[in-house]
């Protein structure tokens, strides 16, 4: 039970490591390492800020500095980005990047503090690169620390590397909410304006309730 919400946790808040280009490539080894120690570094700091407005506001900075939001809404999205009119699109993609900033401070962090990690090594994966980690983590005083495999899927696009996905164990982060959005559309019967109302819907509800948690509603 702890182990699946750690999963969903590292999944939300992670999703900083991680607008689709032709210029995207694979990032080189030593880059790769590089870009993952020290921004893991910096993730670990900030979960540590006291004052929750500061440590968000933050984290709200890395996500948008170091994550692919344009790529993974439209992979996401998949089959039906193609059936989106123009204007739905970018509806769309502004939604979507409120979702994923509201998303992860639904979970707490109270555990933050006894995560740990340990670089493994990187390896290209067609136009990405794959970085590994050991992520070692208290869930239970009583218990000992456990141990997760992840997986950083990066690439560079214009000049800047970008994480386009998070894998824990066999769970994908994108390919888990692609399966989510394809179960919301198909409930409306495939009509993208609906889905898009019930998206904007879902967001609006995450946003008050991280504001009522600030103290801000």
Request: with cysteine; net charge negative.
């Amino acid at each position: 039970m702890k182990s699946n919400f750690f999963l969903r946790v590292i999944i939300a808040v992670l999703m900083f490591f991680y607008s689709f280009s032709l210029c995207a490539a694979p990032v080189k080894e030593k880059d790769a390492l590089h870009w993952a120690d020290e921004k893991g570094r910096l993730l670990l700091e900030t979960f540590q800020i006291k004052d929750l407005n500061t440590r968000y506001s933050e984290l709200d900075k890395l996500l948008l500095s170091n994550v692919d939001l344009d790529y993974i809404s439209q992979f996401i999205i998949g089959k039906y980005w193609k059936t989106m009119t123009d204007e739905q699109k970018i509806k769309y993609q502004d939604i979507f990047k409120r979702y994923a900033l509201g998303t992860y401070k639904r979970f707490p962090l109270d555990f933050a503090d006894s995560i740990t990690y340990k670089l493994g090594s990187a390896q290209n994966d067609g136009e990405f690169t794959l970085v590994s980690a050991v992520v070692n983590v208290s869930l239970d005083p009583s218990q000992p620390p456990q141990d997760f495999l992840l997986q950083f899927r990066i690439w560079q696009k214009d000049g800047k590397i970008l994480l386009v996905d998070i894998k824990l164990a066999e769970s994908s982060l994108i390919l888990s909410y692609r399966s989510k959005f394809y179960e919301m559309i198909a409930s409306l019967d495939g009509e993208m304006e609906w889905f898009l109302e019930d998206l904007e819907a879902q967001t609006i509800s995450i946003e008050r309730s991280n504001l009522r948690q600030l103290g801000r509603l």
